[in-house]
């Protein structure tokens, strides 16, 4: 992270669940928490160095949609080829 000027802000109400990832964070990097807090506020701002890499589906959660054409097309997945289980 680049350091440009020193602009101070306060946070107030953060949430206890933020509070807690962020210094899990800082101590499993062995950083400040600061610095942490500082590398979040980039990334949501969309200001950060590197791309934000999701290691899971939770980008994804919740947004299935109805298809019934996909569904029509995984039938054929679901039948069970009795010469192979001979």
Same mark, same amino acid.
């Given at each position: 992270?680049?350091?440009?000027?020193?602009?101070?802000?306060?946070?107030?109400?953060?949430?206890?669940?933020?509070?807690?990832?962020?210094?899990?964070? !800082? @101590?499993?990097?062995?950083?400040?928490?600061?610095?942490?807090?500082? #590398? *979040? =506020?980039? +990334?949501?701002?969309?200001?950060? %160095?590197?791309?934000?890499?999701?290691?899971?589906?939770? !980008? @994804?959660?919740?947004?299935?949609?109805?298809?019934?054409?996909?569904? #029509? *097309? =995984?039938? +054929?997945?679901?039948?069970?080829? %009795?010469?192979?289980?001979?």
């Amino acid at each position: 992270m680049k350091k440009r000027h020193k602009i101070q802000y306060t946070i107030r109400d953060v949430p206890p669940e933020v509070d807690r990832r962020l210094r899990a964070q !800082a @101590v499993r990097e062995g950083r400040s928490l600061n610095y942490v807090a500082v #590398e *979040a =506020l980039s +990334a949501s701002a969309g200001v950060g %160095e590197e791309p934000i890499e999701h290691h899971d589906l939770d !980008a @994804v959660s919740g947004s299935w949609v109805e298809d019934p054409a996909f569904d #029509e *097309a =995984l039938k +054929a997945f679901e039948q069970i080829d %009795e010469d192979l289980w001979r």
